[in-house]
């Protein structure tokens, strides 16, 4: 059975599949935080799983939810962190838990890009090699750019709010504490007929 084309942000196919979109830093794994302001882990050895998390992907994986991490790194493009570093916390966390994809952009967010949230790029290019029906699919990010990428991507869009000090442009359908909140809000919104 060949590929559905996925050629816009509502565009889902009829058996598609379902699927969670997950940030990286700040929903799997601690964000160094410094002037209320997240940052991305600069080490595998500082790259630290937030608590439950194991247990939130594992009820995701058993309710048959693909799991895909997609994440910004823009300091690589910038020169500023090893590309190397950042694979090896990907397949330290792909070894962890159970992580269908990790879609990453590299690029350093000096120019236009499909790719780089809020733009859906990734999520776009998940949804098109894997089958998956995005507006079956949810989005869970703790930024404004992850919730603005599941908006565009036609996402329910999950907002775990640490009270950064910035704010959200777009609106998220929901707002939660952690991941296993997210999940379980998932496992209940899913059930609804």
């Known amino acids: 059975m060949g590929k559905h ?6 565009a889902t196919t009829s058996s598609g599949r379902r ?20 940052y991305p882990p600069p080490s595998l050895a500082e790259f630290e799983f937030l608590p439950h998390v194991d247990e939130a992907c594992r009820l995701l994986k058993e309710a048959e939810f693909l799991l895909v991490v997609a994440t910004n790194q823009p300091d690589v493009g910038r020169g500023t962190q090893r590309q190397g570093v950042v694979e090896e916390m990907h397949r330290h966390m792909c070894n962890t838990l159970p992580i269908d994809r990790v879609e990453v952009c590299y690029d350093g967010g000096d120019k ?34 992850d919730v603005d990428c599941g908006i565009a991507a036609g996402c ?3 907002f775990i709010d640490y009270g950064y000090r910035e704010e959200l442009r777009g609106e998220p359908d929901f707002r939660v504490c ?7 809000l998932i496992l209940a919104f899913s059930s609804k007929p």
């Open 5 to 10: 084309e996925i050629n816009g942000p509502s």
């Open 19 to 38: 699927a969670v979109f997950l940030d990286r830093d700040g929903v799997i794994n601690r964000s160094v935080v410094r002037d209320g302001k997240p």
């Open 112 to 145: 236009p890009s499909d790719f780089i949230k809020p733009a859906p790029g990734m999520l776009l290019r998940a949804a098109r090699e894997m089958e998956i029906d995005l507006a079956r699919s949810f989005m869970v990010g703790d930024r404004w750019r």
């Open 156 to 158: 329910v869009t999950i």
């Open 178 to 184: 952690n991941l296993l909140e997210a999940a379980r």
